[in-house]
């Protein structure tokens, strides 16, 4: 499986940016699509996901309410709308792809993907 995140940018405070991860690679469509983003000396953390089954979407609290995550199942593509932007979402973002047999709980954190894209750079200003 092989991802590819797209569309960062440079934007103000209040501003939206849509994230995009294309994938690709045998069984691909079955994978669960995550969001995770590293701000500088910090650890990756978890921002968003959903399961190709059902759709169900999980989300931080820091994002929650702002971002939607989604996924085209047709055109092998995940999206991550970014609304309400704030300098603290500065960060580079990652997509990634868990088994479709990943427990709820590890679709929260790093380990819990099996597939990972190359990041794509966020940066807010204030």
Request: aromatic residues 12%; proline residues 4%.
């Amino acid at each position: 499986v092989q991802l590819q995140a797209s569309g960062g940018g440079l934007v103000q405070a209040g501003d939206s940016l849509t994230l995009t991860c294309a994938v690709s690679g045998p069984s691909s469509s079955t994978y669960s699509l995550g969001w995770f983003r590293q701000a500088p000396g910090k650890e990756r953390e978890f921002v968003a996901a959903i399961r190709r089954r059902g759709g169900t979407t999980y989300y931080s609290d820091s994002v929650k309410g702002r971002f939607i995550i989604r996924r085209d199942n047709a055109k092998g593509t995940g999206y991550l709308q970014m609304n309400s932007l704030k300098p603290e979402d500065t960060a580079v973002y990652y997509c990634a792809a868990a088994p479709p047999s990943t427990i709820t709980s590890s679709m929260y954190i790093a380990r819990g993907y099996t597939y990972w894209g190359q990041g794509t750079q966020v940066t807010v200003s204030s």
